[in-house]
């Protein structure tokens, strides 16, 4: 069996695949997915801050209404006419006025409290809304970058895939259908020598079996790695 069209079209291939890589371990590619994660997670980290703030507020507004009606059953205490009240009445008035004014007093310390809570919930939206933008222009700037990596390598990448279909047309189909089916598997090199009695790609040996078997046929495929392995 001839081979010699396959390992030409492989040889080729080979820079194909090179530049398959370089744009798979392209930098900006990768810095522009970790970007992009960025501001996806600044987008949540955002959403929850609101809602937190929002929790706040309301929390805040629940504390105001209890002031009020705490503030008002103080005045009512203090236009009662002390005068016309007894010495019991008067015991009692003096407890219920000091547990208003405690309740007042933790009412206050609470309020105080969330204030300072809605501020750090504020300052930590900032720093959020600031990560979001940065990622952001980091983003777009590698993304264009990897545009142009792709770009400056098109035409060469055109010029190997022509030639290669060009070539492809010498060779038997069977060959070339398993020699493209082992190609998207990201085997490559897909025909390999055998190399001692092993295989050429992952250097397993092979049974005496497969090695007559090799002989009768001209190619076979490794059991192991499922390369095309040809006797060199
Ligand atoms: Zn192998």
New binding site residues.
């Given amino acids: 069996m001839d081979l010699s069209n396959i390992l030409e079209y492989q040889k080729l291939d080979s820079q194909l695949v090179k530049i398959e890589r370089q744009i798979k371990d392209n930098t900006n590619k990768k810095n522009a997915n970790k970007m992009h994660e960025n501001m996806r997670e600044a987008q949540s980290r955002s959403l929850k801050l609101e809602e937190k703030a929002g929790s706040i507020l309301s929390e805040i507004e629940k504390i105001k209404k209890q002031f009020k009606i705490q503030q008002e059953k103080m005045e009512e205490f203090a236009s009662k006419d002390l005068e016309k009240m007894t010495t019991e009445e008067l015991n009692k008035l003096s407890v219920l006025k000091d547990k208003l004014a405690q309740n007042l007093s933790i009412l206050e310390r609470n309020l105080s409290s969330l204030a300072e809570t809605v501020n750090a919930v504020l300052s930590d939206f900032n720093k959020t809304i600031k990560t979001f933008n940065n990622s952001k222009e980091q983003y777009n700037k590698s993304k264009t970058d990897y545009e142009n990596d792709i770009k400056s390598v098109e035409d060469s990448k055109k010029e190997i895939e022509d030639k290669l279909k060009n070539l492809s047309k010498g060779i038997d189909n069977k060959i070339m259908d398993a020699y493209q089916k082992r190609r998207k598997e990201n085997i490559f090199p897909v025909v390999?020598p055998l190399v001692n009695n092993s295989?050429?790609?992952?250097?397993?040996e092979l049974p005496y079996a497969n090695i007559s078997k090799l002989e009768d046929e001209g190619i076979l495929t490794?059991?192991?790695?499922?390369?095309l392995?040809y006797k060199g």
């Fill in positions: 390999v295989c050429g790609g992952c250097h397993i490794c059991e192991h790695c499922h390369r392995i």
